[in-house]
């Protein structure tokens, strides 16, 4: 008699599958038979009717594994069925999440050859895209994933939760169910759970309505609404549940489960790599984030660069992390600094915390405490209730705290820190919890200081970070937090609490002030020297025709800088001499036939003058001649400013002069010939 | 799988079902069992891994079907065809070469009568 259980398990596989109805049904009646073979044998052996269908159908493995194999082989060479449940309606959709939830994966579980939907088919790894962002490959971060949520569960069983999620948001949900029991839960266990950041007044007439036995207002349409994957946390974490994306299905399990579940993934790093990061510096980076990797623990994951792929083998949460991390190195917009999950949201949750707030607590309960924080400033905390039983605090401890316009940090610091609690944000949410567990959720950061550091100062600060601030760190203490530094491009990733982070946020600010101061100094400094240097006298040696000496001699004070001068008004102003340098011989070659040789002369073809002789003429005989020319030297002190204004001047007037300092050192000019030539 | 290495036994899967045929034909549900008798209980096929590999050889034509109702309810037979045992025989030997020679090289670390572990 065929089981009703049976009928529904291969009712679903043939949904899944697509199959032409023959093939179907063939299928059907062969697994039918398999499994009401088993039943009976179990039976037989004394299981009673429900352990037997549970064993046989457990053995089986669950029906989405068994239609992507199966779909693998038909001969139509149709691939992932699986991932066109959206074609199947909210009703299927519905009865398989019922179907997932009943008949999840026992303790087999899915894994080993064959059957295993974790298992990525070659070929279907292709690299992401190398674009700016890593978190829009679509298979394992599906825009699902990211949609906005509003919730309000109290008490409600954790299967209607899962399929008022899997139906709001047509997204198959399946929960081991096995595991589950194995973790002491079952599918009713209660979970309480309200959408966040509501306003004053809601909570107001939510409670009016609780009270008067009245329908709940309706959430207000701009209620700050959750992504799921945020959501999914809030729910499975208090159960020790996990979950993780997999070929187009979310997977509830427990949580050493979600660990364990390991995806390989390739990653696209032309870009990166090109960028100037290196391999090194890459896998580095990747072995900060918080993740097991087998080489280095001896268990979890693995990583491999070949050529321009990463190939990351892990599970879900730490291919999400390596994807953030992955598409804020790819950033060319200079961020000083950026949280590599949830960036905006952590900012906005942090400047919460930086709100004023006046407190008068007198032995006032803590959750009452707690309520009064959330209502003043319109915020939502979580108290994580399990962490304080676990330190024996419990939510009615009393508070006496008497402050008044604090930060709320601040009073929550005040009041608190004594009992070792503290108010951190934790994936997504502020967070009542033990300074303990506080230490356990360190947040990325990729800090980029190229503005303020560069060279060897990057690694130094880094040291410094980790040598003053308040924190765990794994280089010095063991455990705790790790900074790692990207020397060329001045970023540091630093994996810490956000008490460390804010330290470090104002070094890096003070840093960035005293460079702003220094450089103001040096450059002033320098200008001031520059000044100094120019307005120094210097003197100079300017050799010329005598001609035109005698004639500068008079002209320069009048025409360049007269102000800069000897004079009455000006007694430590430059001077001029003249003094007679001897004279130049010039060889002067070519058919010089009249005027004057031409200075620097050794170039005939300036302006050779010709007589009335005819070009046909034969050549005329080359004369060679000598001229005498003499020469006389101005010796003029000036600062320098003045001498460069002297030089344009001369070489404006087409004479050719040249300069030596007082050493003999030519410094410029167009007289051929070397300087200061006696003969 | 019990104790043996998974990745060895995956490779020769299909080896293992087609010398279970060669007996006669027989169903899944009875492959299944007979493979987990004739390894000494080392080889557990799971359902899930047995039938899409049975429905592989049956496109490759390595094995034939029919169905059946003598039991009440539809069971589908296997049995080998003639390329299937052809196919069987060379496999095997394949297996005896590679055995073979795998003991040369392994020499005197093999122990002579090895047990399961």
Known sequence: MPEREFELYLDLLGKLLKLSPEQKSSISDELRDHLEERFEELVQSGQSRDDAIRQALDEFGDAAGLAVDFTKVSPKKIRRAIMRTTAVTTAVTALAAFLFVYFGPGKGGTEGPGGTIARAEPGDNKPVASGVDYLADKELFPEVLDRPTSVDFFDTPLSEVMLYLSDLHK?????????????????????TLRAESLPRAYFEARQKAEQEKKPLPPLPPNADEVPLRLLLDWICEPLQLGWYMDTGLIHVTPRYREFEHQIPRSYDITGLLKSGLEKSQLIDLIETLDASWSFI??????????????TVRQNWRVHRNIAELLSILSSTRHKPYRYLT???????LLSQLQQKVSVDFVDTPLNECVEFFADALEIRIFIDTTGLEDSGIGTD?????ALSDVPLQKAIAVALDPLRLTLVVVNGRLTLTTIDMANEHLHAVLYDVSDVFSGDDVEAFSEAIQATTDGWWENIDGAGGDALTLTDTGRI????TDVVHNLIRDMIAWS??????????TTKAQAEAAARLAQQLTTRFYRMDRDSAEDLLSLLPEVVAPESWKSEANPDGGFIRKVAAGRRILEVKGQVLSGQAQLGGENPAQNPVQTGKKPAQPEVPEVKTSVVIPEAILVIRQSQNVHRKIEKFLTGLGINWNSTDEDGKFLGGTLLGQGGGYF | MSSLNPELVRGSLDLMILSVLSDGAQYGYLIQQKLKAASGEMIELKAGTMYPILHRLESNKLVRC???????????????????????????GEWQAYVQCLQRILGPLVDPSPQPA
């Not at chain 1, 949830?342 to 906005?348: E, F, G, P, Q």
């Not at chain 1, 401890?397 to 705290?401: A, G, H, M, R, S």
């Open chain 1, 171 to 191: 997204v198959p949900i399946i929960v081991d169910r096995t595991g589950l029991e194995d973790a002491g839960l079952a599918l009713d266990e209660p979970v």
């Open chain 1, 297 to 310: 623990d001896g268990e979890g994951g693995t990583h491999a660069i070949v050529g321009n792929v990463l």
């Open chain 1, 342 to 348: 949830d960036h905006d949201r952590h900012i906005r």
């Open chain 1, 397 to 401: 401890e009393p508070i006496n705290l």
């Open chain 1, 493 to 496: 990733l630093v994996r810490q």
């Open chain 1, 512 to 521: 960035r002030k005293s460079r702003d101061v220094v450089d103001e100094a």
């Open chain 2, 66 to 92: 029919r169905w059946d109702e003598s039991t009440g309810r539809r069971r589908k037979w296997y049995e080998l065809t003639v390329a299937g045992k052809k196919h069987l025989k060379k496999r095997v």
